[in-house]
């Protein structure tokens, strides 16, 4: 069975770039797409953007000019570069394989 | 972008049969949309109950289901257990695009 742990840091400074790298165990990356989902404290749930393990990704338009997502077939990881942060971007934010087996979540703070 | 909307609130009695929509601001959903449906718990990571308006997974409880309902996506539980009460998002698909509802709290009580 397919898992997938989120990591990278907790806390992140204003106008600095988020980053967080997806580890899937259990499964090889290199086939399906590979989503980023993120929550904010006590809200709902944002779209971030997905990857097929090609290299081809469709990014939320709302997000879509600071945002990049990659794929490490080699290291069977993906990874989320959000540039640009400001506290509307403290959430927990999910991995997901094909929306269907999801990341624990990793909570990121952003504050100076 | 589109606005997905859902019902904030439902409450169902132990046993009852509860109704959940999806709405698009765009128009009636539709199977292109590829409608999903996920279970959140407080505390918890998401669970996807529905893929693709009706399509289970294996962990699907039975007592979901998935469909279209008057130009919108539906989730139907029969037969709610005391464990089902949660918050329930639905997500569509725009071209690529995805877009999440603004979920619905559902109370067993």
């Known amino acids: 069975q397919v898992q997938l742990q989120e990591s990278g840091p907790g806390l992140v400074k204003p106008s600095e770039t988020l980053s967080l790298t997806c580890t899937v165990s259990?499964?090889?990356?290199?086939?399906?797409?590979w989503s980023w989902i993120r929550q904010p404290p006590g809200k709902g749930l944002e779209w971030i953007g997905y990857?097929?393990?090609?290299?081809?990704?469709n990014y939320n338009p709302s997000l879509k000019s600071r945002v990049t997502i990659s794929v490490d077939t080699s290291k069977n990881q993906f990874s989320l570069k959000l540039s640009s942060v400001t506290a509307a971007d403290t959430a927990v934010y999910y991995c997901?394989?094909?929306?269907?087996?999801w990341g624990q979540g990793t909570l990121v703070t952003v504050s100076s | 972008q589109a606005v997905v909307t859902q019902e904030p609130s439902l409450t169902v009695s132990p046993g009852g049969t509860v109704t959940l929509t999806c709405g698009s601001s765009?128009?009636?959903?539709?199977?292109?949309?590829?409608p999903y449906w996920f279970q959140q718990k407080p505390g918890q990571a998401p669970r996807t109950l529905i893929y693709?308006?009706?399509n289970k997974h294996s962990w699907t409880p039975a007592r979901f289901s998935g469909s279209l309902l008057g130009g919108k996506a539906a989730l139907t539980l029969s037969g709610a257990q005391p464990e089902d009460e949660a918050e329930y998002y639905c997500?569509?698909?725009?071209?690529?695009?995805?877009?999440f509802g603004t979920g619905t709290k559902v109370t067993v009580l």
């Open positions: 765009t128009g009636a959903v539709t199977s292109g949309h590829y």
């Open positions: 997901a394989r094909q929306l269907a087996s």
């Open positions: 259990g499964g090889s990356i290199s086939s399906y797409y």
């Open positions: 990857i097929y393990y090609s290299g081809s990704t």
């Open positions: 997500l569509l698909s725009y071209s690529g695009a995805e877009v």
């Open positions: 693709d308006t009706s």
